[in-house]
């Protein structure tokens, strides 16, 4: 258990504010004070400055914030583990964004139930933003997370790179033989994924590289699931950029196609994530390394005629 001063100091730097910190604690906010001030002469640093009237970080409180947030969710392992009695199943918690679910999910569980050992599963399926929330904390040990994520707080292997491709139904007006200019494109329904999520992130990025953004298309539509957004497709109600993995069986059953876009050549890197000096690495290497393997067998059964 953390000494109470850095619980105060942690969730200061949620709130950002000594009033809403002291009403989330159940504290006067002198008492907040005092602790952060305790920490301060404890560590011989400044944790806090106020930039244009907002209570910021120092470089030496993003620092603690990050070791503190580390030995937290390495507590909460502790604290799991300990708990749970060795003699059953192996506990495995992890979480993995919309797109990675789409297409390598179920084998991957799949693999997990068929070790020799018995396990128990949990998985959240989230947006990059809730994920790297989740590790945080703690409640999850790895995450699967395609596209851009804060790297200099955690550990991650890349695991291969995935492409953005403009995909329109089979049925669509849109000639799949022609380049188009993106400029082109704006008059139809574009369908997209919602903030926070690693593919609009990515989209964004690919618009902007362009000077175009989302709202530039004449209508938009926002959708948080691909079951959805590929239906939508499927009906010939829009394009939509999204990885190549999520929509290679629609492609492949001749139900969407593939369009091609000047100057749009992106792709992503698909990693696993945790956290930095995680007490459990090795555990953690093990568990990359079977889902290396996974990725292996699924590229090679595909390419296998």
């Given at each position: 258990m953390l000494d109470y001063r850095y619980q105060t100091f942690m969730v200061l730097c949620d709130k950002k504010n000594y009033t809403q910190t002291a009403k989330a604690l159940f504290i006067t906010q002198p008492a907040v004070s005092q602790h952060i001030q305790w920490l301060e002469k404890k560590h011989g640093i400044s944790l806090f400055e106020y930039r244009h009237r907002k209570l910021s970080l120092t470089k030496k409180g993003e620092e603690l914030y990050r070791y503190v947030t580390e030995l937290q969710a390495n507590i909460v392992k502790i604290e799991h583990e300990l708990v749970h009695?060795?003699?059953?199943?192996?506990q495995i918690r992890f979480a993995?964004?919309?797109?990675?679910?789409e297409y390598l999910l179920p084998q991957l569980i799949e693999k997990m139930l068929l070790q020799e050992q018995a396990v128990a599963v949990s998985c959240a399926v989230e947006n990059t933003e809730r994920i790297l929330q989740l590790l945080t904390q703690g409640?999850?040990?790895?995450?699967?997370?395609e596209g851009n994520f804060p790297k200099e707080f955690f550990s991650y292997i890349e695991l291969g790179q995935q492409p953005l491709v403009m995909v329109a139904a089979q049925e669509s007006t849109l000639d799949?033989?022609?380049?188009y200019l993106l400029s082109e494109l704006l008059a139809e329904n574009f369908i997209t994924r919602e903030k926070g999520s690693g593919t609009r992130k990515l989209v964004d990025m690919v618009l902007s590289e362009q000077n175009f953004e989302?709202?530039?298309?004449?209508?938009c539509v926002t959708v948080n699931h691909f079951h959805t957004i590929k239906y939508l497709l499927k009906e010939n109600r829009g394009i939509s950029f999204l990885y190549e993995a999520v929509v290679k069986e629609e492609i492949r059953q001749k139900q969407l196609k593939k369009i091609k876009v000047l100057h749009v050549h992106s792709a992503h890197q698909f990693a696993f994530v945790y956290l930095k000096d995680s007490l459990f690495e090795t555990e953690l290497m093990q568990m990359a390394e079977q889902v290396q393997n996974l990725l292996q067998y699924i590229e090679k059964r595909e390419t296998t005629p």
């Amino acid at each position: 258990m953390l000494d109470y001063r850095y619980q105060t100091f942690m969730v200061l730097c949620d709130k950002k504010n000594y009033t809403q910190t002291a009403k989330a604690l159940f504290i006067t906010q002198p008492a907040v004070s005092q602790h952060i001030q305790w920490l301060e002469k404890k560590h011989g640093i400044s944790l806090f400055e106020y930039r244009h009237r907002k209570l910021s970080l120092t470089k030496k409180g993003e620092e603690l914030y990050r070791y503190v947030t580390e030995l937290q969710a390495n507590i909460v392992k502790i604290e799991h583990e300990l708990v749970h009695d060795s003699s059953k199943k192996q506990q495995i918690r992890f979480a993995t964004t919309l797109s990675i679910q789409e297409y390598l999910l179920p084998q991957l569980i799949e693999k997990m139930l068929l070790q020799e050992q018995a396990v128990a599963v949990s998985c959240a399926v989230e947006n990059t933003e809730r994920i790297l929330q989740l590790l945080t904390q703690g409640k999850i040990d790895f995450a699967l997370i395609e596209g851009n994520f804060p790297k200099e707080f955690f550990s991650y292997i890349e695991l291969g790179q995935q492409p953005l491709v403009m995909v329109a139904a089979q049925e669509s007006t849109l000639d799949a033989r022609k380049t188009y200019l993106l400029s082109e494109l704006l008059a139809e329904n574009f369908i997209t994924r919602e903030k926070g999520s690693g593919t609009r992130k990515l989209v964004d990025m690919v618009l902007s590289e362009q000077n175009f953004e989302v709202a530039d298309f004449a209508q938009c539509v926002t959708v948080n699931h691909f079951h959805t957004i590929k239906y939508l497709l499927k009906e010939n109600r829009g394009i939509s950029f999204l990885y190549e993995a999520v929509v290679k069986e629609e492609i492949r059953q001749k139900q969407l196609k593939k369009i091609k876009v000047l100057h749009v050549h992106s792709a992503h890197q698909f990693a696993f994530v945790y956290l930095k000096d995680s007490l459990f690495e090795t555990e953690l290497m093990q568990m990359a390394e079977q889902v290396q393997n996974l990725l292996q067998y699924i590229e090679k059964r595909e390419t296998t005629p």
